[in-house]
């Protein structure tokens, strides 16, 4: 199984990026995809996740900023981030979770928001 982000980068404030990540290999029953990020000294928080069916949370500090979707055909999930601020940088992960209770991650995409 293989988990691959893509999409992070430099960007000033005001900004937008689009994650992607796409998983392939022996995944059966994804349940859901999300978004975590992690900044130097900080814990991994969710950022937002969607369902198979299509409902999403996000974390109150992107709601309006930030949207995911999803291609269940393609299992490939999207964070698209407008008016990106510089406490949004970090680290983002992806990650898939199994209705077999399997959870994945990838290795990371490094998204830097200058002032």
């Known amino acids: 199984v293989q988990v691959v982000e893509s999409g992070g980068g430099l960007v000033q404030a005001g900004g937008s990026l689009r994650l992607c990540c796409a998983a392939s290999g022996s995944i059966f029953g994804i349940r859901a995809m999300a978004w975590y990020r992690q900044a130097p000294g900080k814990q991994r928080e969710l950022v937002a996740r969607?369902?198979?069916?299509?409902?999403?949370n996000y974390a109150d500090s992107v709601k309006g900023r930030f949207t995911i979707s999803r291609d269940n055909a393609k299992n490939t999930v999207y964070l698209q981030m407008i008016s990106l601020k510089p406490e949004d940088t970090a680290v983002y992960y992806c990650?898939?979770?199994?209705?077999?209770?399997?959870?994945?991650w990838g290795q990371g995409t490094q998204v830097t928001v200058s002032s």
């Open positions: 990650n898939v979770d199994t209705w077999t209770q399997s959870d994945y």
């Open positions: 969607i369902t198979s069916l299509g409902s999403t």
